[in-house]
């Protein structure tokens, strides 16, 4: 008979991706990459299918910083500062989501699928823009506590 006491790695990943979506930079993240992906689609449908680069670039950097951050290789690779690339990529992500939705919305005229676009594009842009603001308030309580020592010696 088989043993069934020893977990594969596949079960220790599915728990590990289970436990990261419940944090709330796993929900930002796994919200970040559904919504780009409807917004994939939207614009596929779309009759000016270009202005779905956006979308999908930024699915492919939220896809891989969510795997960095679930199985913690934040902590094993310190040669990348990964919270100011977190912070860069939420932020490009949001000025251009914000810009390309509201082309497609404006001159969207006659074309439903690039308007549904552009609206998710919108939620999109103010997704990212949280997740710019959580790593910004991040950042700057990491720097209170690492503040210089008020030693009296000098």
């Known amino acids: 008979m088989a043993d069934t006491t020893a977990t594969s790695p596949g079960a220790n990943c599915l728990e590990k991706l289970k436990s990261y979506v419940r944090t709330p930079k796993g929900f930002i993240l796994a ?16 009759l000016y299918g270009g ?29 990348v500062n990964w919270v100011w690339s977190d912070l860069f990529r939420a932020g490009i992500g949001a000025v251009l989501y914000i810009i390309t939705s509201l082309i497609c919305v404006i001159g969207g005229a006659g074309d439903g699928a690039r308007i549904a676009g552009g609206v998710f594009g919108l939620i999109a ?12 308030l991040q950042i700057k309580s990491s720097r209170q506590h690492m503040a210089a020592s008020t030693d009296d010696r000098v």
């Open 51 to 79: 202005y779905s680069a956006v979308a999908i670039c930024e699915m492919v950097f939220a896809m891989v910083f969510f795997g960095i951050f679930m199985m913690e290789m934040d902590k094993q690779i310190q040669v």
């Open 31 to 46: 919200a970040e990459i559904l919504i780009s992906f409807i917004i994939i689609i939207c614009y596929a449908a779309s």
């Open 125 to 136: 842009g103010l997704l990212f823009a949280y997740d710019t603001y959580t790593i910004f």
